[in-house]
């Protein structure tokens, strides 16, 4: 299967496997922020080594979940395991074993690259003689050897974003959470940024928690769990879940969408979802089926293309409604509007 | 056995053991001493800031100084022997010291608004070593800031003496720890720089007025003395001025009278000045850690 999306590399062929041992163990996860449930009782595995995709619109619950996780925000019921320590009882200790990339920069510009690296390898106890060698192979990882000494406001957007996870790794953390690591970054920084993470991966088998609202990202990772209204609606790899959509996704545009809508129900008896102006019509076989449409609708048929499914076919197909349609609705919105009164800043 | 590398990058380095166990967690001392070398690299970087904000204390003893000692001649009370100009050196000492201790407090808000007072937060250290390493990194700053001045001194007729100097360094920096401590106090509840800047303006005027810095707290009315007793600059600069003045020839008992704070007639001692700095001090690091504690 190749990719859709330039620029990016192949997906591996092989995942890796699971050698048994969760990093993170998540049960019944509620987070409440007054009458509003951000978070409505998660269920989660993350397995040693894997890179863990959390994907779902804006106000899912993402950003909340990733909070509780890291010891940022306390949860209101259920409990968290992040690296074999209870993030409720013992925060200080999941703290020290757990990397960190926010969503928004989190570096101080006045200093260098190097010294904002020395700053975090002191703060979290890198012993003194691996701190140099590790700073230049955290740096190395992250395609960044080059800039140890450059101040950071010289920096790009993509190459802040690649220190900050190359000062997530620094400390050697079980688990490295990145919370939207390549939002509001162009394609080819974004695709650079994974090239790192992989790399990170395949150098030090750190775990890789990320949420993101990308589908193209969330085809990167090992296993994805797709989270909307605060619950996880599907969980497995990318490959299984579009699975769960049909063989092929037809896309048609057409003069009269809702009268195509029934149509295409009456005449083939499958269902035509709505989306940004086009239908999305799952088939066993799209090849086979578009001329077949264009010659019994009444309407006229503008366009057609027959694709693979995507993921953003499985989160249509289960929440009914688009991810990239950020618009969201009023109670997603609120929800975040609730998260960011009762967060941290 | 089938931990399988992505395609085309096996690890070239053997595959770290399953459990990691963490670093040592560093020790308080160690942690302070993080947060306030950063303060100092960014300070030490500044050299602008560094120099404008040597401007005002310069502005005020060299125009304000100069124009009212030629105005009001000998008449504001000081202790014969004193020209106006060497009172006011140590004044504009401690004021160089209040404003920047006080400001410093600000790279709390800007840490906060540019996003590194997460990283702070997060990483596992106590949160009370995060109030003293930024009280300490402004402290230092203040603390340059007030030396710095020194070399004014003989400009306007102040004569040091080696004794005197090295009384008004630990001085100096008492002072700007208690009041950085007091800036990082407000600033841990801040959410704009322009509420910042404007509480502080608000507090930092009163604080220099009543401080003893423009003129002797003795013979001041009574509402005002009382306000006086409340003003923690006002306690580090009647011994700061005690240094300062000590080459000048007038013993520091005969400048105290004038310009010590009092009590009735009961002028207070140098020695009890820096101990009730030092608790105000106290309080404000108190108040200062509870603050970022309660900030996540």
Known sequence: ?????????????????????????????????????????????????????????????????????????????????????????????????????????????????YENLMFHARIYGVPRAARRQRIDSCLQTVGLAGRAAAPVKT???????????????????????????TQ???????????????????????????????????????????IDHGR????????????????????????????ATAEVMQRFGVEARKDNGTLRIEVPDGADFVPQVVRSLSVTVKTATVRRPSLDDVF?????????????????????????????? | MSLAAPAGSTPTTPAAPATRPAH??????????????????????????????????????LVFGVGLSASLGSGLGLPPGVTYLQYMCPGVMGMAVLFTAMF???????????????????????????????????????????????????????????????????????????????????????????AFQSVMTLLVMPMFFLSGALFPLSNLPGWMTVLTWLDPVAYGMAPIRAAVLDGAGVPAAVLDRFTGITLGSYTMPATLDIAVLSAFGAVFLGIAMRALRRRG
């Not at chain 1, 409604?321 to 919105?333: L, T, V």
């Not at chain 2, 308080?28 to 306030?36: C, E, T």
């Not at chain 2, 250290?125 to 340059?144: C, F, N, Y």
């Open chain 1, 1 to 113: 299967m190749s990719r859709e999306t330039p620029g990016y590399p192949p997906i591996p062929e092989t995942r890796p496997a699971h050698d048994g041992r969760d990093v993170i163990t998540v049960r019944g996860l509620v987070k409440r922020y007054g009458d509003l449930e951000a978070v409505r009782g998660i269920d989660l595995d993350v397995h040693h080594g894997e890179i863990f995709g959390f994907l779902g619109p804006n106000g899912a619950g993402k950003t909340t979940t990733i909070s509780v996780l890291c010891t940022l925000a306390e949860a209101s019921a259920g409990t968290a395991i992040v690296a074999g320590r209870d993030v409720a009882s013992d925060a200080d200790e999941v703290r020290a074993r757990i990397g960190l990339v926010f969503q928004d920069p989190s570096l101080d510009d006045q200093l260098t690259a």
């Open chain 1, 155 to 181: 920096f790009s957007g993509g190459m802040k974003r690649r220190l900050e996870v190359a000062r997530g790794i620094l400390h050697a953390p079980e688990v490295l959470f990145l919370d939207e690591p």
């Open chain 1, 184 to 226: 509001g970054l162009d394609p080819q920084t974004r695709a650079r940024v994974w090239d790192h993470l992989r790399e990170v991966r395949a150098r030090t088998r750190t775990t890789i928690f990320m949420t993101t609202h990308y589908m193209e990202e969330a085809e990167w990772c090992d296993r994805i769990a797709i």
């Open chain 1, 232 to 259: 996880i609606v599907a969980l497995g790899t990318p490959e299984e879940l579009k699975a769960q959509v049909g063989g092929d996704v037809v896309v048609l545009s057409t003069d009269d969408n809702a009268r």
């Open chain 1, 316 to 345: 249509l197909k289960l929440t009914g409604r688009a991810i990239r349609d950020e618009s969201a609705d009023g109670r997603a919105q609120l929800r975040m509007f609730a998260r960011r009164r009762g967060g941290h800043r």
């Open chain 2, 24 to 61: 040592a967690r560093v020790s308080l001392i160690q942690a302070i001493l993080v947060i306030w070398h950063r303060d100092v690299i960014r300070f030490s970087r500044d050299r602008t800031r560094l120099l404008v904000s040597l401007a005002q204390p310069l502005l005020y003893l």
């Open chain 2, 104 to 194: 410093s407090a600000m790279s709390v808000v800007w840490d906060r608004e540019f996003g590194f007072l997460r990283e702070i937060l997060v990483a596992p250290i106590k949160r009370s070593a995060v109030a003293v390493g930024k009280a300490l990194g402004g402290a230092t700053q203040a603390m340059v800031q007030g030396v710095l001045l020194l070399a004014f001194a003989p400009v306007v007729g102040v004569k040091l003496s080696l004794l005197g100097v090295l009384e008004l360094v630990p001085l100096l920096f008492v002072l700007a720890f208690a009041l950085t401590s007091l800036g990082v106090a407000l600033a841990a509840r801040m959410k704009s720089m322009q």
